[in-house]
């Protein structure tokens, strides 16, 4: 009963959603005002229809009702409260609902603000954001229904919207409970966070399509979604870097990215959109680079929907596919569409997105944020081949491929390292023009001394010549943005006599886009600085312990103490806990409990590590099955992974720094002057 | 991408680059609608022509003396082709059943069973054929090409191909009873 | 894969002393071969040499998970194999090509044709750049010759807080 009244919900839903967008359309070509209007207000009611739907479903969810498909897929009575709520996303389904129910709010959000200088906007904005609404609620109603439920017919048991003729509701004991790889905390906000980033990106496509549909192709546009793409810039980020925390807590490989395709599906717009997130700096300032942003706003929204349709459609093969299904097709389709109206739109306005400034040197900071585009455009082919190639392969000589880290890490590498360079150079370079000893007398100091640290690391750490390069350009980066930072708090203490605080205080308060970044460039090499140590100075060895039995790796050993086994009946789980003492150069430093835990619903094993973590190293310790655990000893995998905490703690700033880069500003944003005049020192707004 | 610096000239996107990119992005997309037509299909079906295959067999499996099949060379007799793995546990609840339809085929001389060791270890995969007393000719699917060339969904999977080298029936999972075998056999070798 | 055969002893004819003879000798030969080839082939081979190799195979079975971590039952049987052909004293190559052998390409990392993978994003890569220096030589043209009323420009533009600075102080007037 419940579960068809939310499935009319969901109806009634995409039929407004597609009446809104015929409404802005007819509205729009009529000039009529009033069904402009119309369609706007069908628009804001979407989502309290949606947030209808998922209470229903997580009503479902949250008592048993095990005759829904998806209730029954995803939960089981031993599951806490708390999962069986997240379990709204934990399966195709429900996550597609969370993404429409998320499309909604954003939408309703946009349309909330004022319009009145940008009226010739509002209809195609919403003709864009609620085609995307449609298609994903089209998605739920007409082939992956969560309200869908189990009917025993004469063929046995099945799924159906409605009842079939000689069917009868079919409610099982107990549900299959969500995968127990699913039932971390980090993988409870890492699809969200994902899906926040996705969405959130369909507002600044929205308003671009609007842009080249109506002409208005200067930098409106881009100033009104500036807040919306950072914001999605930072959900997108975070859920990367929750997926990689989490695949380094609990899938027990000593790793956090595997360059599986739907890592890099979900990394692809990433790039794109931190490409663009620098790029329309430039537009803004100098009137360039329209193409370029132009055409990376629409790569990151084809490859936000791309993505989403490669890890649902089976087309690949990964360790985090959904369940193959009939969506397939469906998406095939909205994608083809996109991309070909997109393309058609900005073939059509090319001509108007003209530079109003011209670029007069390779080494100014607009050619800077060129290279910079191509850098990312680089890496977007290298991640875009190495996931189409095994389809390619496979269609073409028949033969089935795996690309692999190998692949990834060699290609990219030096792209990266070109990034981090470009992040040392391009604070310092000037606007307009700029040549080799301008560029040069500003940087030679912090190059000197990131040089003068790589020596040292040289004879203290490691001779490896990738990682010196690579420390190399971190503390390059560093410096620099340091160096930018007391350098702007300096002129501030001169000239208005603040202590180096207030200074430093107020002047990120003043300019919260510039500073904001520098300290996220600053979160980043901090990141890089974990990324290097894992990636090369990782050291790992296993062996089989009998108790009492003692293994070494580096400096640590570790002594195989004694093991232990139990039920937690209620929650579904066996537990087997071996405990470990851990020295390091004959110093006691503790004990170590990794554990495997056996979820009896789904039959499937987790293996969580025990670790110890300092900034110098993370001491990681796996329970390994190899060998069944028992009075013949226990097979242990250990790792050293030096430096990763930095990883971790880059995020952390990081996030800071986006909360800092996003901060409503102080003063009213002031109207940009229309006429560019090549004067490099009138900075146009207070947003530097 | 590139413009001119005399700003008079609006010049649109030439036509030349146009075609490359409309041809770049039908291509891309033919790609992945390939790819997805792929993924959607199921198992080779019946009424199907089986293409001539290569199956080398484990020694000790082979069938008279040779220790390589094709599948062309077998065209006269109904073939069921049998795809395992000792690391399969539905497959196991078969075995017996195969075993004893082979016993009862083979002097016909009409009928021959191919086991196809999907994606195994041999020590391991001896193990199993001995565990069930299988003697059957059996041998490892050499680099997948064979359940490829199916496009097997798991296993176990029974293909059922006739005299003229047609395939008649797809058995998705393991048998249940012996009467199913010889339900798919008896009609073709009458 | 080539497994020394077990000698069969299938004809037992006790026939003569020299039968008896000559078949004890056979006998106690046969149990000395296998004694031999398990000297030559040295301790088990330990854990961290399996997992050398299994990390750069993928478990032909499940998606995208390295043969090392991958907690299977196959794969515990794909390890074996690798500890069992280790103490063989075979090289490393020919555990890979073993794989390929029977599993197919989709084994290992990198696809075996190394050009197709690396050449088509270098080209990309390449033309990339290209265009974008072809772009410059356009935009350059004209400024060679205004380089040196750009060159007074580049001094106030170098310290942009002087000039906020001074923008500042002004609007504080």
Redesign the interface.
Known sequence: MIANFGFGVLLITFFVALYSVFAAIYGERRQLPSMVESARRAMLLTWPLLTLASLVLIYLLVNNHYEVQFVYEVTSRSMPMYLKITAWWGGQAGSLLFWSWLMAAFTSLVTLRKWDRDREFLPWVIVVACATMAFFIGMNVFFENPFAQLYQTFQGVSAYTLKPADGILFTPEDGRGLNPLLRHPGMIIHPPMLYLGFVAYVIPYAFAMAALITGRTDDRWIRLTRRWSLWAWLFLSFGLVLGGRWAYDVLGWGGYWGWDPVEIAAFMPWLTGTAFLHSVMIQEKRGMLKHWNMLLIILTYALVIFGTFLTRSGVLSSVHSFAQSAIGPLFFAFIGFTLITSVALIIYRWSSLKSETEMTSVLSREALFLFNNLLFMSILVVCFWGVIFPLISELFTGQKVTVGPPFYERATSPLFGGLMLLMGIAPLSAWGHSTVKTLGRALWKPAIAALLITVVLFFTYTQRVGALIGFFLVAFVILVTIYEYWRGAYARQRSQGENVLTAFWNLTGRNRRRYGGYIIHISMMLMAIGILGIEMFQMETQGTLQQGQTISLGNYELTYREVAQWDDLPSGVNYRRAVLDVHEDGEYLGQLAPRIDYYYDSQQNMTIPGQRSTMRDDLYVLLVDWEPVGASGATFKIYINPLVNWLWLGSFLFLAGVVIAAWPEKEAERVPVKARVRVPQKQTSAAD | ?????I?AP????PIWV?II??VF?VGL?A??????Q???QGTVQPGQVIDNFTLSLFSGYEMDGKSEIHLEDLRGKVVVINFW???CKPCEQEAAELQQAWTEYEPTGQVLFLGVDY??????ARVYLKKFGITYPNG?D????IS?YFRIKGVPETYFVDQDGVLQYVQVGPFTSIDQIRAQIDPLIK | MNKPRRLQITNYRAASHWGKLLLALLTAFAFIFPIQTALAQGPTPTDDEVNRIAKQLYCPVCESTPLDVCPTEACRQWRDLIRTMLAEGKSEEEIQQYFVAQYGARVLAEPPNRLATYLVPAVAILLGAFLLFRGFQMWMKPVTADEDETEQTAKPAQDPYVARLEEELKKQK
């Open positions: 991408m590139t413009e001119t610096s700003p609006r010049r649109g996107v146009q990119i409309w992005l997309l790609i992945v609608a390939m790819g997805l792929r993924a959607q793995a000792s690391w994606v195994d270890t041999e020590p391991e490892p050499l680099a997948t090409r490829q």
